[in-house]
C-alpha cells in the first residue's frame, strides 16, 4: 500500500479534511494508495479545540462522510520517519508550509528530491472561510485521486 501524507500546521483543519476525502474516494479509484495526514507545527495551534476542526467535521458529514468528532484522534505533528515513509506527500499551503519545513526539517529537505512534496496554495481560517477552502481542498483531492489512478493503469 503506497501511503499519501497530506500536511499542513496543525493538523486540525485542511490536512484532516483532505485526508478524509481521499480516503473515501481512493478504494475505487486508485485502491493501492491511502491517505494520512500530520502537522508540522501543532505547537502552533493554540487555539485548536478539541481533535478536529468543528468546520471540518461538519463538512465531512456534509458530503456524507460522517466523522466521529468525538472519538476522533488528536492532531499528531509529524515527524522524519513519517516523511521518510511517505510514498508522495502534499502540504496544503506552499508560502506557509516550505518555510517550515525549512526550519523545522531542514536535513530532511536537503536529503530529498523535492519533487516528493507538492504544494497547493489554500489558505487557513485567517484568511479563508471553510466555505472558500474546504471545496477547494476538495477540488484539489478529487483531481489528485484520478492522477494517481492514471499512473496505475
Request: glycine letters at 4%.
Amino acid at each position: 500500500m503506497k501511503v499519501l501524507l497530506f500536511l499542513c500546521t496543525g493538523n486540525y483543519y485542511r490536512s484532516r479534511f483532505a485526508e478524509e476525502v481521499f480516503n473515501s474516494l481512493a478504494p475505487a479509484q486508485c485502491p493501492d494508495w491511502s491517505a494520512t495526514s500530520r502537522g508540522i507545527a501543532v505547537d502552533l495551534g493554540t487555539d485548536n479545540v478539541g481533535p478536529i476542526a468543528l468546520a471540518t467535521a461538519k463538512a465531512l458529514a456534509d458530503r456524507g462522510l460522517p466523522f466521529d468528532r468525538e472519538r476522533a484522534r488528536m492532531p499528531m505533528q509529524v515527524t522524519p520517519d513519517d516523511l521518510d515513509s511517505a510514498d508522495h506527500i502534499v502540504a496544503l499551503k506552499q508560502t506557509e508550509h516550505f518555510p517550515l519545513m525549512q526550519d523545522r526539517f531542514p536535513s530532511w529537505i536537503a536529503a530529498n528530491d523535492p519533487s516528493r512534496i507538492e504544494y497547493w496554495e489554500i489558505h487557513d481560517v485567517d484568511k479563508w472561510t471553510p466555505a472558500r477552502a474546504l471545496p477547494l481542498i476538495e477540488q484539489k483531492v478529487t483531481e489528485l485521486v484520478a492522477r494517481l489512478a492514471a499512473a496505475q493503469a
